[in-house]
């Protein structure tokens, strides 16, 4: 089957610190790939290239037969398609809840204001939060926006969902609420590339655990495998440190 | 040496860089805590109203006369400030967005403008336009000073507008284009509105200021506030009459101002923003 995702020969440096060493990465539809490793490791630069917040200096990412790393292409089709959590939720704080999941479908897909509205108000059902349409962001928790967050993602009917570390910004029992959507989302058949280090969520929703180091993949594997038999030394070390 | 570290200039350089800084010649805000009674800005405000009022009730001659004669020139003066505010925020838009670009050519243009403007003495911004480029262009006075002023106070208005656009978190501009928004979608739906916020009390302070500085015209015989009071005391000698008078009405508007932007300020203080 053709993969969904395919990164070839990923290569990134910023200054003097390579970033990214020639990471090659597939991906297939429906999968959950969770990317964990050290700060720095160059597991956020990876996933951010994928909608190309951040450009690869050489190396070509596919989505869907899409090419990312194209200058011609026509990044913003492609980014419709990618919806993104990030660690810092990034919500509007101007806007109110509804307006946060309805901005992009009316101003990207022209999607009439009552139906967008309509999507948005099912969204927020399925995150939990029905009764949070009109709160601002600054009267939410850290967990309810970040659950907003993913509706508004979702709200562009993406293919692939990308998370950059979603829950390292969050108290401790918030954390859950959030893990739980997301692991409703896999269920759902939802492609995510997760960068995280929720070993519980690995174990309930991923396909498979990527372990990246200096820039490179050092270890992937599905995560029982993973967690109780990794086989690099290097992977052993980091998961002492974490486990 | 013993002279030099005694030297208060010299003095200044050794405290740390202070967290907020005040572009403009300073226009009295108010700081919180001082706001009783007797605070600096009640001190001076009622007190330039009381001044006024005993003048005009009990010196008639020639300070009531004074006063019934300034109002037109009171209008132009707003009218002035007014317009150049607005021509000012138009081009300090651009000339902003223009600063932030990522094309080399139009960062250029606009950051040679604004480093081009500011080095320039306003009045003599306000000579060259009316004067110098007079010979080409013959521009009524009031035109030249609107032009004038629109064109230097665009200048920092600019500075202001890039500085807010870049204060707002780099995550923003991020979830938006992670969204699919184009760059001026973005800028336009979730960046401005943001910026607004953070923007209106400096903005205020400008709008004080130009309303000083719009003082100025009076040479380009614009008819304002301060043209009014020296025709008034060029005929009837009361040269100090006229100019207290003057300098009284500038101030009682000038601290009125200040006292919104400051108000302005402590809102957006208190609910960070304003939905």
């Known amino acids: 089957m053709e993969p969904f995702i395919s990164i070839r020969g990923a290569r990134k440096t910023y200054g003097k610190v390579e970033a990214l060493r020639g990471v090659d990465l597939e991906v297939h539809k429906g999968e959950v790939v969770l990317i964990i490793g050290p700060s720095g490791s160059g597991k956020s630069t990876l996933l951010r290239s994928v909608n190309r917040l951040e450009r690869l200096d050489s190396g070509t990412i596919y989505i869907d037969g899409d090419c990312v790393t194209d200058d011609k292409a026509d990044i913003r089709q492609i980014r419709e398609e990618v919806g993104m959590v990030f660690q810092s939720f990034n919500l509007f704080p101007h806007l109110s809840v509804l307006e946060n999941i309805t901005l992009a479908p009316t101003t990207v897909k022209k999607v009439a204001a009552i139906e967008a509205e309509e999507i948005a108000l099912r969204l927020l059902k399925k995150v939990g939060l029905s009764d949070k349409a009109q709160a601002y962001p600054d009267q939410l928790s850290g967990g309810q926006q970040q659950r907003v967050a993913i509706a508004r993602a979702l709200a562009m009917n993406p293919k692939v969902m990308l998370f950059d570390e979603p829950t390292s910004a969050l108290d401790p029992e918030m954390i859950k609420e959030v893990l739980d959507v997301m692991t409703a989302l896999a269920r759902e058949g939802m492609t995510m590339l997760v960068v995280s280090h929720e070993m519980g969520f690995a174990r309930a929703a991923a396909n498979r655990v990527i372990f990246m180091d200096q820039g490179q993949i050092i270890e992937s594997a599905p995560p029982d495998e993973f967690f109780t038999n990794p086989k690099e030394d290097r992977t052993k070390r980091f998961l002492e440190h974490i486990l | ?275």
Not at chain 2, 90 to 111: E, K, P, Y
Not at chain 2, 204 to 218: P, Q, R, T, W, Y
Not at chain 2, 228 to 240: K, N
Request: charged content about 15%; some cysteine.
């Open chain 2, 1 to 275: 040496m013993e002279q030099k570290k005694t030297d208060p200039g010299q003095e200044e350089e050794l405290i740390p860089l202070p967290t907020h800084i005040n572009v403009t010649d300073g226009t009295l805000i108010p700081q919180k805590g001082e706001q009783g009674a007797l605070s600096a800005w009640n001190i001076s405000f009622f007190g330039a109203l009381a001044v006024l009022g005993i003048l005009v009730i009990f010196f008639p001659d020639p300070y009531r006369k004074i006063l019934s004669f300034v109002p037109d020139g009171l209008m132009v003066t707003f009218g002035v400030t007014v317009s150049a505010i607005f021509f000012a925020l138009i081009i300090g838009l651009f000339a902003g967005l223009g600063r932030i670009s990522q094309i080399t050519i139009v960062n250029r243009i606009a950051t040679v403008y604004v480093e081009v403007i500011r080095g320039i003495p306003l009045l003599v911004q306000l000579f060259y336009i009316y004067y110098a480029l007079g010979n080409w262009v013959k521009l009524s006075g009031p035109a030249a000073a609107i032009l004038a002023m629109s064109i230097c106070y665009g200048a920092y208005m600019a500075e202001i507008f890039r500085a807010g656009i870049q204060s707002i978190p780099k995550g923003q501009m991020e979830a938006a284009l992670a969204l699919g928004l184009s760059r001026s979608q973005a800028m336009r739906k979730v960046i401005l509105p943001q910026t607004i916020k953070v923007i209106l009390p400096p903005i205020g302070n400008e709008f004080i200021a130009l309303l000083k500085d719009s003082s100025l015209v009076s040479i380009l015989a614009v008819a304002d506030l301060l043209r009014r009071g020296r025709e008034y005391a060029s005929t009837s000698f009361r040269y100090f009459e006229s100019y207290t008078v003057i300098a009284l009405i500038y101030l009682v508007m000038t601290l009125f101002f200040s006292r919104l932007v400051a108000m302005m300020e402590e809102r957006l203080r208190h609910r960070g923003t304003l939905h």
